[in-house]
């Protein structure tokens, strides 16, 4: 049986190169490390699609069984799990998430 | 000291880490969803530092999910948000 949870979220991650699970939206993230990981993205200039759980009860723990994972935010490049805000953040600093946005031709000004 | 205690315990049986820092951050977030939940005297926020052979390897998802897989109990009861710092030793 198909979740249709998962369906959903299957479809944004294939309409959005960049997607943001997280709980606020990217003008006013409800959390810390939301805020952190909108922050990086701003950095790097690169568009994404930031979804808000906090709105859809369904959305939040659905993500969370989608991914394997359980805590927010979690980042998707190109349908491609990134991870949270720890391993987003580090990825910015040494450079890793740059480096894997271009290995993906998503578009960012560095 | 209940959650913490838990938290130490679990991920010194499950990783043998050569180093372990885990910080109760909960007083830094009072007031803010998510801080007090239910009756565990508002330990709902942790910082952790694990150094353990066990990460020899692996990616920062996978050790990030095999600490997840061991504190699931927490995760999905009092433990709110938890900042993660995993290293193989000499990283």
Request: aromatic letters at 6%; charged letters at 25%.
């Amino acid at each position: 049986m198909t979740n249709p949870v998962f369906e959903r979220i299957q479809q944004d991650l294939s309409d959005n190169d960049v997607v943001l699970y997280m709980k606020g939206t990217p003008m006013f993230p409800q959390c810390g490390f939301s805020a952190a990981v909108v922050q990086v993205l701003s950095d790097l200039g690169v568009k994404f699609k930031g979804i808000d759980i906090l709105v859809d009860p369904s959305l939040r723990d659905g993500i969370k069984q989608f991914t394997n994972w359980p805590t927010l935010p979690q980042l998707y490049v190109k349908g491609e799990f990134v991870g949270g805000c720890d391993i987003v953040r580090e990825m910015a600093g040494n450079g890793e998430l740059a480096a894997l946005l271009k290995d993906k031709g998503v578009a960012f000004k560095g | 000291m209940k959650v913490r205690a838990s938290i130490e315990r679990k991920l010194t049986e499950g990783l043998a880490p050569s180093r372990l820092a885990v910080t109760d951050d909960s007083a830094r977030h009072a007031g803010h969803a998510g801080h007090r939940h239910g009756s565990h005297d508002g330990e709902s926020h942790f910082s952790i530092e694990i150094v353990s052979p066990a990460f020899e390897g692996k990616s920062r998802i996978e050790r990030h999910r095999m600490v997840n897989t061991l504190l699931a109990e927490e995760l999905a009861g009092p433990v709110h948000a938890l900042a993660l710092v995993t290293k193989a030793p000499g990283e």
